[in-house]
C-alpha cells in the first residue's frame, strides 16, 4: 500500500511509486475522474510536455453509448447495408456495361 502526502495546494498530492513502477490514485482523484477498481487510465502528454491522467471507460460502461444519441433513421442498419451494397452493384455492373 503506498502512503500520499498531501501538498498545500489541494490539486497536487504526493504519491509513492513502488518497484514496479505502481502507483495508487488518491481516492479524491478517483472519485472525482469516475475511476472505479479494477479499471483503466490513459496517461497523455500535451504539447506543453504536461502529463494528463484520463478515465478510459469499460465496454459495459459505453454498453447503450449510440443508443443515447437521437437516431437519423428509424431504419435498420441491416436494410441501410443491404440498400448500400444494391446501389454499389448496379453502379459497378452499369459501369462495366458501358465500358465494353
Do not use: Y
Not at 500520499?4 to 490514485?25: C, F, L, R, W, Y
Not at 502529463?51 to 469499460?58: A, G, K, N, P, W
Not at 443515447?68 to 436494410?79: G, H, K, L, N, Q
Request: aromatic residues 4%; glycine residues 4%.
Amino acid at each position: 500500500m503506498s502512503e500520499t502526502e498531501p501538498i498545500d495546494n489541494s490539486e497536487k498530492e504526493i504519491v509513492a511509486v513502488t518497484k514496479h513502477g505502481q502507483a495508487t490514485i488518491p481516492k479524491r482523484f478517483r472519485e472525482k475522474l469516475g475511476i472505479e477498481a479494477p479499471g483503466k487510465v490513459l496517461f497523455r502528454e500535451t504539447e506543453d510536455g504536461d502529463v494528463i491522467v484520463e478515465h478510459v471507460r469499460s465496454p459495459s460502461e459505453m454498453r447503450g453509448f449510440a443508443a443515447r444519441s437521437e437516431a437519423a433513421t428509424d431504419t435498420p442498419a441491416s436494410e441501410i447495408l443491404h440498400e448500400k451494397r444494391d446501389q454499389d452493384r448496379k453502379e459497378r455492373d452499369a459501369q462495366f456495361s458501358t465500358e465494353e
